[in-house]
């Protein structure tokens, strides 16, 4: 195609997706590659989507928030109601993360203890001499 379009294939060498997972997003409008045929070919704007739709996930965005978010790029005003959304959807994120990484801490903290005490326990046990001495 051009020099700055990419095929599937480099797409999915790039982004470490599968081609499987480049037609969801493009079934789900995420993504609108080029179509020649049975050609796919991804522009700039591509690229740049798919790296953003890959950080939202991996950052607990559904992919409504992203197509949403997205969507916001384009109504004129400098890409101040896009940020805007961004932020309150990312300081929500990052409550939601921040809740489950404590949550997680606690029980790692709990399980810990636990298995301390199961250590000691089959110790006991396995050696009731020195557990009466």
Do not use: W
Not at 30 to 52: C, H, M, S, V
Not at 82 to 90: G, K
Not at 101 to 126: C, G, V
Request: proline fraction near 3%; hydrophobic fraction near 40%.
């Amino acid at each position: 195609m051009t020099d700055d379009t990419m095929t599937i294939g480099e797409m999915c060498r790039a982004f470490d997706v599968t081609p499987r997972a480049l037609r969801f997003y493009e079934q789900k409008e995420l993504l609108n590659p080029i179509r020649e045929g049975q050609n796919r070919f991804y522009t700039p704007r591509d690229r740049a989507r798919l790296k953003l739709i890959l950080r939202g996930k991996r950052f607990g965005f559904s992919l409504a928030e992203i197509r949403d978010l997205l969507e916001l790029y384009h109504l004129g005003d400098g890409q101040i109601t896009q940020l805007s959304a961004t932020l309150e959807a990312a300081e929500r994120h990052h409550a939601d993360l921040t809740a489950k990484r404590d949550e997680l801490a606690t029980a790692i903290t709990e399980l810990e203890q636990q298995i301390q005490m199961i250590r000691k326990m089959l110790a006991e046990r396995s050696n009731p001499r020195s557990a009466a001495e």
